[in-house]
């Protein structure tokens, strides 16, 4: 593993380093700096040293923890802009996975079990189209439509600057801390969903599922009023204001492929001679739906799920160019449109290992899922 | 002995051809993967009537090229003036001045003599579909059918193209993978890692910012990235599992070379699969190029996806419909031959996969 870092470290460097020009180019384009302004910058920034010394030192430096400084954001370290960038990204692409996951799998298991009716035809077109749909001509269609037509909600970035004025604190804190709420109450609705999965009776389990969702919101409620949070609450509902067009746009195009993939799994599971045992004890069709075969064809989506995780920031570049949402992917393209390498580096490292931890999740989660897996491989 | 060499040969074409009528009887009985191919048959047709078109004369190709070509529609406006205040009695609101058939006098700056009154002979451009330009011109004058033509070459060129090349490496590559295993598979399954590791579209950007891309270029591109990518993990598996097979060992003891039993007895198996990876590919490398020309980075001559960059660079993309025909047309393309690659990849995956067939 540490050699393929290596070798993605080293093939990334020569990568930007094979892009015509530097950081710095557009200095020798000013007339009135001195001509020997352009050499002294590069000297500052050891640009001039040649190639192979370059990529040593850059190597050398990253295992120990030197990320160096950004050309662009000079006595910013890349660290800190990811540390400021990432939480925006992350806030918006957890919601959206979230939303798009459920609703996916949801659409996918009622497609799956009205095979053959015109209503699964019509649903699959659709998202067929919403799963190939353009993306950015998408998007900014529903921009125009959602944000300058209708004028519902903000076209473009994540709040509004007037407001933040004399606000006592940066944005960050509400973004780490709209995640910490987005992920608390998740967890309590997971928490809430398994505990009322061993009940039998399907009443109680409503009502009880009910009454979580009650709580859950009062408790919320109570959360934003009191406190700190207090203050922070128009700050919060500023950027929630501005983040509600992305994320639907998103989980527009996203819920498609989690809904045409659960269908196929769900078609091979319905297959399966259980499925035949569970109708000839008559079970209610809906139990057989949501208790024998949607449970078995989760694996394969929840494994997909966790690949799409990877993506979040390969694909949140389109997403933010176009909403202008300053967050990672915006880091990421600018800073190879730059040249900004000691940023893009650290961007696409950061990438890198998000990737390699992801495969790993998914594959330990494949096994937890899965019992087949576990018991083979105890022999 | 040379007849029962032609009889056997007679025989598998035989056989062929029942595979074959067999397959598309399966194929057919998928709604959906017909729809997908009536698209994708739509746009290769598109794609096939531009040259023809030029070809015999009915479009020239100084109107209609889709690059170069430039028509000039006029109409009579009168020319009037704008109120500096409103509502008044003509005029609502500011959105409302220049109506319908009317001209602002200040936009006419470079005609001299023109007064408020006059009719004036006006250059549409963009102009609206008409019976000569059936989805009307774009802000240069140039025919948007034409260029919806061309642009459906670019992306059967380029979807095909790098599709065949990508699956053929993956298929290649993992077969081998699977068949050799030990230090051949660790190394190939380490690249793969190497490759899915890179953010595709930040990877795209670099490579377009210090090469020129043209078509054939960004085929070769996409294919290799998606051959080395994850698609070789998937194809060793399916490869592993066919390796397995009892013809397989068969084969083996009856004195099979290696490599005749890699490519005349796993390959074949593995091939369905690869097919419709191939279809699925085509979907993601003609998104890949909207987006790349979406954003002006290839140098490209007309495809969708730049079509779309000229509309919202020139500003009609937030106009809504008004230019409906600027917009839609290019969205809808991508969009729908996307889809019905994907369709038809749904089709096949009925056929080959009989666990999903319904019968």
């Given at each position: 593993?540490?050699?393929?870092?290596f070798?993605?470290?080293?093939?990334?460097?020569?990568?930007?380093?094979?892009?015509?020009?530097?950081?710095?180019?557009?200095?020798?384009l000013?007339?009135?700096?001195?001509?020997?302004?352009?050499?002294?910058?590069?000297q500052?920034y050891?640009?001039d040293?040649?190639?192979f010394?370059?990529?040593?030192?850059?190597?050398?430096?990253?295992?120990?923890?030197?990320?160096?400084y950004?050309?662009?954001?000079?006595?910013?370290?890349?660290i800190?802009?990811?540390?400021?960038?990432?939480?925006?990204?992350?806030?918006?692409?957890?919601?959206?996975?979230?939303i798009?996951?459920?609703?996916?799998?949801?659409?996918?298991?009622?497609?799956?079990?009205?095979?053959?009716?015109?209503?699964e035809?019509?649903?699959?077109v659709t998202?067929?189209?919403?799963?190939?749909?353009?993306?950015?001509?998408?998007?900014?269609?529903?921009?125009?439509f959602?944000?300058y037509?209708?004028?519902?909600?903000?076209?473009?970035?994540?709040?509004?600057p007037?407001?933040w004025?004399?606000?006592p604190?940066?944005?960050?804190?509400?973004?780490?801390?709209?995640?910490?709420?987005?992920v608390?109450?998740?967890?309590?609705?997971?928490?809430?969903?398994t505990?009322?999965?061993?009940?039998?009776?399907?009443?109680?389990?409503?009502?009880?599922?009910?009454?979580?969702l009650?709580?859950?919101?009062?408790g919320?409620?109570?959360?934003?009023?009191?406190?700190?949070a207090?203050?922070r609450?128009?700050?919060?509902?500023?950027?929630?204001?501005?983040?509600?067009l992305?994320?639907?746009?998103?989980?527009?195009v996203?819920?498609a492929?989690?809904?045409?993939?659960?269908?196929?799994?769900?078609?091979?599971?319905?297959?399966?001679?259980?499925?035949?045992?569970?109708?000839?004890?008559?079970?209610?069709?809906k139990?057989?739906?949501?208790?024998?075969a949607?449970?078995?064809a989760?694996?394969?989506?929840?494994?997909?799920?966790?690949?799409?995780?990877?993506?979040?920031?390969?694909?949140?570049?389109?997403?933010?160019?176009?909403?202008?949402?300053?967050?990672?992917?915006q880091?990421?393209l600018q800073?190879v449109?730059?040249?900004?390498?000691?940023?893009?580096?650290?961007?696409?490292?950061?990438?890198?290992?998000?990737?390699?931890?992801?495969?790993l999740?998914?594959d330990?989660?494949?096994?937890?899922?899965?019992?087949?897996?576990r018991?083979k491989?105890?022999? | 002995?040379?007849?029962?060499?032609q009889?056997?040969?007679?025989?598998?074409?035989?056989?062929?051809?029942?595979?074959?009528?067999?397959?598309?009887?399966?194929?057919?009985?998928?709604?959906?993967?017909?729809?997908?191919?009536?698209?994708?048959?739509?746009?290769?047709?598109?794609?096939?009537?531009?040259?023809?078109?030029f070809?015999?004369?009915?479009?020239s190709q100084?109107?209609?090229?889709p690059?170069?070509?430039?028509?000039?529609?006029?109409?009579?406006?009168?020319?009037?003036?704008?109120?500096?205040?409103?509502p008044?009695?003509?005029?609502?609101?500011y959105?409302?001045?220049?109506?319908?058939?009317e001209?602002?006098?200040?936009?006419?700056?470079?005609?001299?003599?023109?007064?408020?009154?006059?009719m004036?002979?006006?250059?549409l451009?963009?102009?609206?579909?008409?019976?000569?330009?059936?989805?009307?011109?774009d802000?240069?004058?140039?025919?948007?059918?034409?260029?919806?033509?061309?642009?459906s070459?670019?992306?059967?060129?380029?979807?095909?193209?790098?599709?065949?090349?990508?699956?053929?490496?993956?298929?290649?590559l993992?077969?081998?993978?699977?068949?050799?295993?030990?230090?051949?598979?660790?190394?190939?399954?380490?690249?793969?890692d190497?490759?899915?590791?890179?953010?595709?579209?930040?990877?795209?950007?670099?490579?377009?910012?210090?090469?020129?891309?043209?078509?054939?270029?960004?085929?070769?591109?996409?294919?290799?990235?998606?051959?080395?990518?994850?698609?070789?993990?998937?194809?060793?598996?399916?490869?592993?599992?066919?390796k397995?097979k009892?013809?397989?060992?068969?084969?083996?003891i009856?004195?099979?070379?290696?490599?005749?039993?890699?490519?005349s007895?796993?390959?074949?198996?593995?091939?369905?699969?690869?097919?419709?990876?191939?279809?699925?590919?085509?979907?993601?490398?003609?998104?890949?190029?909207?987006?790349?020309?979406?954003?002006?980075?290839?140098?490209?001559?007309m495809?969708?996806?730049?079509m779309i960059?000229?509309?919202?660079?020139?500003?009609?993309?937030?106009?809504?419909?008004?230019?409906?025909?600027?917009?839609?047309?290019?969205?809808?393309?991508?969009?729908f031959?996307?889809?019905?690659?994907?369709?038809?990849?749904?089709?096949?995956?009925?056929v080959?996969n009989?666990?999903?067939?319904?019968?």
């Amino acid at each position: 593993m540490i050699v393929v870092f290596f070798i993605f470290l080293v093939s990334s460097y020569l990568l930007f380093n094979a892009i015509p020009g530097n950081a710095f180019s557009n200095l020798l384009l000013n007339p009135n700096l001195p001509p020997d302004a352009y050499e002294k910058v590069l000297q500052t920034y050891g640009l001039d040293k040649p190639l192979f010394e370059r990529v040593q030192l850059y190597v050398v430096n990253f295992f120990k923890g030197d990320f160096g400084y950004s050309y662009k954001y000079y006595p910013q370290t890349p660290i800190e802009l990811i540390a400021e960038r990432l939480p925006r990204t992350l806030m918006l692409f957890s919601v959206v996975n979230i939303i798009s996951f459920y609703t996916g799998f949801f659409v996918g298991k009622v497609l799956a079990w009205r095979r053959g009716t015109k209503s699964e035809t019509w649903i699959t077109v659709t998202s067929v189209f919403s799963y190939t749909v353009f993306y950015p001509w998408f998007a900014l269609m529903m921009l125009w439509f959602f944000g300058y037509k209708l004028g519902w909600f903000p076209i473009g970035k994540f709040l509004y600057p007037e407001k933040w004025y004399d606000a006592p604190f940066d944005s960050d804190i509400i973004f780490a801390m709209m995640i910490k709420f987005v992920v608390v109450i998740s967890i309590l609705q997971f928490i809430a969903y398994t505990v009322s999965r061993g009940i039998e009776a399907l009443s109680i389990r409503r009502n009880i599922r009910f009454t979580s969702l009650v709580l859950i919101f009062i408790g919320s409620y109570f959360y934003w009023n009191t406190g700190e949070a207090l203050v922070r609450k128009p700050y919060a509902a500023d950027i929630a204001y501005h983040m509600i067009l992305p994320v639907l746009v998103v989980t527009i195009v996203a819920f498609a492929g989690t809904a045409l993939l659960t269908r196929t799994t769900m078609m091979e599971v319905l297959k399966e001679d259980y499925i035949l045992t569970a109708r000839a004890k008559g079970i209610s069709q809906k139990r057989i739906r949501d208790r024998h075969a949607a449970r078995t064809a989760l694996l394969p989506v929840v494994t997909s799920f966790i690949f799409t995780i990877v993506t979040i920031i390969d694909g949140s570049v389109l997403t933010e160019q176009i909403f202008s949402w300053p967050g990672m992917g915006q880091l990421l393209l600018q800073s190879v449109l730059n040249e900004d390498i000691p940023v893009a580096m650290a961007a696409f490292s950061f990438v890198g290992v998000f990737a390699l931890l992801a495969h790993l999740i998914a594959d330990i989660s494949y096994s937890y899922l899965d019992p087949r897996i576990r018991i083979k491989s105890q022999g | 002995m040379q007849i029962n060499e032609q009889k056997e040969k007679n025989l598998q074409k035989q056989l062929r051809r029942e595979a074959i009528n067999r397959n598309w009887k399966l194929f057919s009985q998928s709604k959906l993967g017909m729809i997908g191919l009536g698209i994708v048959t739509f746009f290769l047709f598109l794609a096939l009537l531009q040259p023809v078109l030029f070809f015999t004369g009915l479009w020239s190709q100084g109107v209609y090229n889709p690059v170069v070509g430039y028509d000039r529609i006029t109409e009579t406006k009168l020319v009037v003036e704008c109120p500096k205040e409103y509502p008044t009695p003509e005029y609502e609101n500011y959105a409302s001045c220049p109506g319908d058939g009317e001209v602002q006098k200040k936009m006419l700056y470079l005609a001299q003599g023109v007064e408020v009154g006059d009719m004036y002979e006006v250059y549409l451009q963009p102009a609206p579909p008409s019976i000569k330009h059936i989805l009307g011109t774009d802000s240069l004058g140039r025919d948007v059918f034409s260029q919806i033509m061309e642009g459906s070459q670019v992306a059967f060129v380029l979807g095909l193209l790098s599709a065949t090349l990508g699956v053929g490496i993956s298929t290649i590559l993992g077969t081998v993978a699977a068949f050799y295993g030990g230090r051949v598979d660790r190394y190939l399954m380490r690249q793969s890692d190497l490759v899915l590791m890179l953010p595709t579209l930040p990877l795209l950007f670099i490579i377009s910012a210090f090469a020129e891309l043209k078509i054939w270029h960004l085929a070769v591109v996409l294919g290799v990235i998606g051959g080395l990518g994850g698609s070789v993990i998937t194809i060793k598996s399916q490869a592993l599992q066919v390796k397995v097979k009892p013809f397989v060992d068969s084969a083996r003891i009856t004195g099979g070379s290696q490599r005749k039993i890699m490519f005349s007895h796993v390959l074949p198996n593995v091939a369905p699969l690869a097919l419709l990876f191939m279809v699925f590919s085509v979907t993601g490398a003609i998104a890949s190029e909207s987006v790349l020309s979406f954003l002006g980075l290839l140098n490209i001559d007309m495809s969708w996806g730049l079509m779309i960059y000229l509309s919202q660079t020139d500003g009609f993309i937030f106009s809504g419909l008004e230019y409906w025909w600027l917009i839609l047309p290019a969205g809808l393309s991508v969009t729908f031959l996307a889809g019905g690659f994907y369709l038809v990849g749904r089709g096949l995956d009925d056929v080959f996969n009989p666990r999903l067939r319904k019968r």
